[in-house]
DNA sequence: CAGAATCCTGCGCGATACTG
DNA sequence: CAGTATCGCGCAGGATTCTG
C-alpha cells in the first residue's frame, strides 16, 4: 500500500531507490566503489586510473570528488615527495559494497 | 585470489559487475523496472510516461526498446481500438527485482 | 605522483510536431 | 493511445598541457 501510492501519486524520485541512484549513477561511480572493495583496502590515484581505464584524469577527479563528498569514500593525503594519495570505503561506503555484490552476481549468472 | 587477479589484470569489465551494469544503466532503466514491479503488474506506455516524470517520448521508447532486447522486460500488444500496449517484467527482469530493492532499501536508510 | 586548468566533442536526452 | 520523425542542445566526459 506505500508503495502503490507512491507510484499513484508520481513520486517515485522521493524513494530511497532515487536517493541512493543520485549518489551512485555516473560513468564510473558504482565501478570505482567496486575496484576499492575488491583490491581490499585503499588503492592510490594512478592505481584506480589503470584500473578504470579508459577513464580520463578529469572524469576520475571529478568521480573520486563527488564519492568523498556522499562521504562513500575518504582521500588520506601523505604530505611527502612523490605525493602520495590513498583512497578507501567509508563506513557508509562498505554498507553498500553488498547491494554492488549482488549486481555483480546477478551478471555472473547471466553470463554462462 | 580470484577477485585479486580480476583487478590486478585489469580486467573490471569482464566480470558479471560490468555485465549488469551495461544492461541496466542509462537514465530510466532501472526506473523503469521499479516502477513496474512496484505497480505489481504491467504498465501501459502512458502509465509510465506519467510515473517516470520529466522522461520524453524519445526517450521513454528508447529505453522501453533496450530492455526489451535486454529480455528484462516484454511488451504485449492488444491489437485494437484504441490501441493498447502493456509493458511488464520478463521472469528475468523479476530477477533482477532483489537487487532493485537492495538498492532501494539502502536510500531509505540514509535518508533519515 | 597527484592532480588542476583549459579547451573540445559526442551523444543522450529533450521539445515539438506528426501519424496509424 | 502509442508511438515515430526531426531538430537541436547541454553537459558529462575526453584529450592535452601544466604544476607543486
Do not use: H
Not at 25 to 39: C, E, F, R
Not at 55 to 83: G, M, Q, W
Not at 87 to 110: F, H, M, N, R
Amino acid at each position: 500500500m506505500e508503495d502503490i501510492n507512491y507510484i499513484k501519486e508520481n513520486r517515485l524520485e522521493d524513494t530511497g531507490f532515487a536517493y541512493t541512484l543520485k549518489l551512485i549513477s555516473g560513468k564510473y561511480k558504482m565501478q570505482t566503489l567496486y575496484a576499492i572493495s575488491l583490491n581490499q583496502g585503499p588503492l592510490r590515484y594512478n592505481e584506480l586510473k589503470r584500473l578504470l581505464t579508459p577513464i580520463s584524469f578529469k572524469s576520475l577527479a571529478n568521480t573520486l570528488r563527488e564519492l568523498e563528498a556522499a562521504k562513500l569514500i575518504y582521500r588520506k593525503e601523505y604530505p611527502k615527495i612523490p605525493p602520495k594519495v590513498e583512497y578507501g570505503l567509508t563506513k557508509l561506503g562498505e554498507s553498500l559494497i553488498p547491494v554492488l555484490d549482488a549486481i555483480c552476481t546477478w551478471g555472473e549468472k547471466q553470463m554462462k
